[in-house]
């Protein structure tokens, strides 16, 4: 195809948009529907990932240390646990720390709970706080440390914990939101395609008589085709444009709402960090939806 009748594919897929106003209007109209309550789920399972991520990332192991470790073996077991390759972090918390933060997290409970206990009369053990890079393996990696207490014959670990059972119904859930949402942001996107495609469907059944017109002085199905897909994606094109500007005011104002409103425990992941997948998903799919839907219902007309 050279450059000429490519822009004249072109002139008439813009003309054909405004030409034909009512229908394209309609398609467009179904196209901002469609897109909009796909665009809405999107962001719904975009926010929901992010809690279920930082829930994820707040899982930890506490590695409580035996009364008895002196420095030299502590900081031979922090070696030890440090080259695991599953871990990334360990901090080590002295009991004296452990009682400050734990004064400090009680608050007012803490003076009545916890008189009695200093320095010098302190229950609590050393600890070793472990992040791993990948919370899934945080089991796995408290068993690989408990296994430590039988490389030595002090036994300097007294205790592992990691939240376990309560762990892995986090992680259970965690994941089965994931898996729903994006099954539902699938359903809803291939609704979206047949809905809209039907749209388009009407528009091109109204214009038939053109179609054939053109069929019958010798037009070949390749030079009636690509107006079409010129003002399919036109079409797709407008309707993501005006969908995401909805969603972009609508989130933006509940994201001023949230945000001050200290009454409300609830974090929006900010719009500047979506907003290239988001447009960029939805202008995707609205150019590729309406090309896609002009090709499908011009095909039976180009038959005859």
């Keep these: 195809m050279s450059f000429k009748t490519f822009l004249r594919h072109l002139r008439e897929g813009f003309k054909s948009v405004f030409r034909n106003g009512w229908m394209s209007i309609a398609s467009i109209i179904s196209i901002v529907v469609s897109l909009f309550i796909l665009g809405v789920f999107i962001l719904l399972v975009l926010n929901v990932n992010a809690v279920a991520d930082e829930a994820d990332s707040q899982v930890q192991i506490n590695v409580h240390l035996a009364l008895n470790v002196d420095q030299k073996l502590r900081e031979t077991l922090?070696?030890?646990?440090?080259?695991?390759?599953?871990?990334?972090?360990?901090?080590?918390?002295?009991k004296d720390q452990g009682l400050k933060d734990l004064r400090a997290d009680m608050g007012k409970d803490a003076a009545e709970l916890l008189e009695g206990f200093d320095e010098d009369n302190n229950p609590l053990p050393d600890t070793l706080k472990v992040e791993v890079v990948e919370p899934t393996t945080v089991a796995f990696v408290a068993e690989k440390i408990e296994a430590l207490n039988k490389t030595h014959a002090d036994q300097p670990i007294y205790k592992v914990k990691y939240g376990k059972g309560s762990i892995e119904t986090l992680f259970k859930i965690t994941r089965a939101v994931?898996?729903?949402?994006?099954?539902?942001?699938?359903?809803?996107?291939l609704m979206s395609m047949f809905l809209i495609s039907n749209t388009i469907r009407v528009t091109i059944l109204a214009r038939r008589k053109e179609i054939g017109i053109m069929?019958?002085?010798?037009?070949?199905?390749?030079?009636?085709?690509?107006?079409f897909f010129i003002e399919g994606a036109l079409i797709g094109l407008i309707g993501s444009l005006i969908t995401s500007g909805i969603?972009?005011?609508?989130?933006s104002g509940l994201e001023s709402s949230v945000q001050g409103d200290p009454m409300l425990q609830l974090q929006l992941i900010p719009f500047g960090?979506?907003?290239?997948?988001l447009i960029g998903m939805l202008v995707g799919l609205g150019?590729?939806?309406?090309?896609w839907g002009s090709t499908v219902s011009i095909r039976r007309f180009l038959k005859v």
């Design 273 to 277: 960090d979506i907003w290239m997948l």
């Design 287 to 291: 150019v590729l939806i309406g090309v």
């Design 247 to 251: 969603l972009y005011l609508g989130y």
């Design 215 to 227: 069929k019958l002085v010798g037009a070949t199905n390749y030079f009636i085709r690509w107006p």
């Design 178 to 189: 994931r898996n729903i949402g994006f099954i539902f942001v699938a359903g809803l996107a």
């Design 78 to 94: 922090q070696t030890e646990i440090g080259n695991m390759p599953e871990v990334s972090k360990i901090t080590f918390i002295s």
